[in-house]
């Protein structure tokens, strides 16, 4: 039988012959380390860096297979992260990753030279962190769903992802908290629902479910499944507890499916909010929604509570990951600096909100005039 044609059982012997199909080609090397990161079951995201980082190394080397090169090629390519780029250390240790990952997992090579490779340095930064006021300033600066979602992440310590895709079951209004599904290395935990959050985010569940019954009315209101529940559960895609707590304001076409579902609000909405508040209430801080996370872990440990259990509400599989926030705790409140007690500076017991309201509430005794520069005193 010829190649291409309609396949065809023939007999010989009494036995069907083998069904001859023609060869497939074998798959391209990016379309196999897709495969491998989706077989370890690693996040989306994992997959676009390293396919990103393992494209970059090909082209750098004039797109030569990776199995024709060794450590040279790597140790030249990371060094010219660094030298020419000028990368940070955590960037190029992903990149690092990445290669590690397709010499070992996808080209199933034994490189122990990778190894002897040494791995910048990743130097130790402090988190930005905000004052309780500076919080409360941010936050009034924002309205609607922004104000809800920014709450969320300063009160109960959530990622800005996490919080996007929070779905309808995971808030528990009755023990007031909230079950984070597939955080960071994805794991669940529990973290606390603040009280001062429950009233606004009831309201906001309410106008939720009126938009989902319009969808459903317009047959639509369907929404993504993890895993292969899509399957195990043909409607439950439909489903009120399975509904995004803050959906999209525009739904799409599914096409494998053929499904008009709705996303969750795109992170990058909240971004803006956040950034456009900070500037608003002219904080001299580098604001993002993520500082609200660093902010909750700080007050807590303020506050007193144990490290043990900040470490349980931020998902953090190691301590001494929580224990960079113990360097930031504000240890010198009680210190007087010796600046004040030469000139008589007057403490002020409420934080100031910042550099404007410093400026314009802080009384001090002012410094005395600079001396005349005589030859004397030359």
Request: aromatic share 6%; proline share 6%.
């Amino acid at each position: 039988m010829k190649t291409g044609t309609a396949p065809r059982w023939r007999q010989r012997c009494g036995c069907p012959t083998a069904l001859i199909v023609p060869s497939a080609p074998p798959p391209r090397l990016l379309d196999r380390v897709r495969g491998a990161v989706r077989l370890r079951h690693l996040s989306c995201r994992t997959e676009k860096a390293y396919v990103g980082w393992i494209r970059r190394f090909i082209l750098f080397h004039a797109k030569r297979h990776p199995i024709e090169m060794g450590p040279a090629e790597i140790t030249r390519f990371l060094s010219a992260l660094a030298t020419e780029r000028n990368v940070s250390a955590s960037t190029q240790n992903q990149a690092l990753a990445a290669l590690l990952f397709l010499y070992r997992d996808v080209l199933d090579r034994d490189v122990p030279w990778l190894d002897e490779l040494v791995r910048a340095r990743r130097p130790t930064r402090l988190p930005v962190v905000l004052s309780r006021d500076e919080v409360g300033v941010v936050i009034r600066e924002l309205q609607g769903v922004h104000r809800l979602m920014a709450t969320l992440l300063y009160g109960a310590g959530l990622r800005l992802l996490e919080c996007a895709r929070l779905r309808v079951k995971d808030v528990d209004f009755g023990r007031s908290q909230i079950t984070v599904r597939g955080g960071k290395g994805d794991r669940d935990r529990l973290t606390v629902l603040p009280a001062t959050a429950q009233a606004p985010l009831a309201r906001h569940l309410l106008r939720v479910r009126h938009l989902h019954e319009a969808d459903l009315r317009a047959g639509a209101g369907w929404v993504e499944l993890p895993t292969a529940l899509a399957g195990k559960y043909p409607h439950a895609g439909r489903e009120w507890v399975w509904q995004w707590v803050f959906p999209a304001t525009r739904g799409y076409l599914h096409r494998e499916t053929g499904q008009q579902r709705r996303h969750h609000l795109h992170e990058s909405v909240l971004q803006r909010a956040v950034r456009g508040a900070a500037q608003r209430a002219a904080i001299p801080k580098r604001v993002t929604c993520h500082t609200f996370r660093h902010s909750f872990a700080t007050h807590l440990l303020e506050d007193g509570y144990d490290i043990r259990t900040v470490q349980t509400l931020l998902g953090h599989t190691d301590v001494r990951t929580t224990m960079i926030y113990t360097h930031v705790l504000n240890r010198g409140a009680g210190v007087r600096s010796p600046a004040d007690v030469v000139f008589g500076a007057v403490t002020q017991s409420s934080e100031p909100r910042g550099y404007l309201d410093h400026a314009r509430s802080v009384t001090t005794t002012s410094l005395p005039p600079p001396r005349a520069i005589t030859k004397e005193s030359r």
